[in-house]
T-cell receptor, first 115, second 115 residues
Framework: DSGVTQTPKHLITATGQRVTLRCSPR?????VYWYQQSLDQGLQFLIQ???????AKGNILERFSAQQFPDLHSELNLSSLELGDSALYFC??????????????FGPGTRLTVL | AQSVAQPEDQVNVAEGNPLTVKCTYS??????LFWYVQYPNRGLQFLLK??????LVKGSYGFEAEFNKSQTSFHLKKPSALVSDSALYFC?????????????FGAGTILRVKS
């Protein structure tokens, strides 16, 4: 168990809908990352937050957004969902300065199915 | 751009035999390299990393990896494979060209260990 939790485990929804994925990082970790794993694109970095602020952005669609709250949990919001958004969404966290800042620890993922 | 390549989609090995999962990298500067494993319906588990120092890195579950600068490789190895090692293995590199701490993953290699 990495210490990173994600809810829900599974999400089934329809095209055009909006969903929210939630992540709680390991205790004390200030950095949170979101990745998407799909059959055609593989594992792709979406976005990173550090202590509530956006730090890096990857190939994240404009229909997707994220935020990190004062208690450090993060949410990934996906809107106007399309069939191609069906994927496994992972959250990861890493330690702050003074610890192992290089290693990212991943949660179990949320499997999103868009019908 | 920073990238890693995993040239084999699948590796098959008999239980008790040594295993190697290959990874080559292409980076600007010194590479930060990682190996992760994904079991079915599970998140990614960190195995080991190379940042600097000894070229032979030891990690979890008896795995090790050898960093070879001249061949730009970071192959994952284990002296004696177990059936329980069967999983999907990802090599990754930290993208040092962009701000933040994003990981760039290879396509993954399925390891099948047969008894």
């Amino acid at each position: 168990d990495s210490g990173v939790t994600q809810t829900p485990k599974h999400l089934i929804t329809a095209t055009g809908q909006r969903v929210t994925l939630r992540c709680s990082p390991r205790s004390g970790d200030l950095s949170v990352y979101w990745y998407q794993q799909s059959l055609d694109q593989g594992l792709q970095f979406l976005i990173q937050y550090y202590n509530g602020e956006e730090r890096a952005k990857g190939n994240i669609l404009e229909r997707f957004s994220a935020q990190q709250f004062p208690d450090l949990h993060s949410e990934l919001n996906l809107s106007s969902l399309e069939l191609g958004d069906s994927a496994l969404y992972f959250c990861a966290s890493s330690a702050t300065s003074g610890g192992d800042t290089d290693t990212q620890y991943f949660g179990p993922g949320t499997r999103l199915t868009v019908l | 751009a920073q990238s890693v390549a995993q040239p084999e989609d699948q590796v098959n090995v008999a239980e008790g035999n040594p295993l190697t999962v290959k990874c080559t990298y292409s980076v600007s500067g010194n590479p930060y390299l990682f190996w992760y494993v994904q079991y079915p319906n599970r998140g990614l588990q960190f195995l080991l990393k190379y940042i600097t120092g000894d070229n032979l890195v030891k990690g979890s579950y008896g795995f090790e990896a050898e960093f070879n600068k001249s061949q730009t490789s970071f192959h994952l190895k284990k002296p004696s494979a177990l059936v329980s090692d069967s999983a999907l293995y990802f090599c990754a590199v930290r993208d040092l060209l962009t701000y933040g701490n994003k990981l760039v993953f290879g396509a993954g290699t399925i390891l099948r260990v047969k008894s």
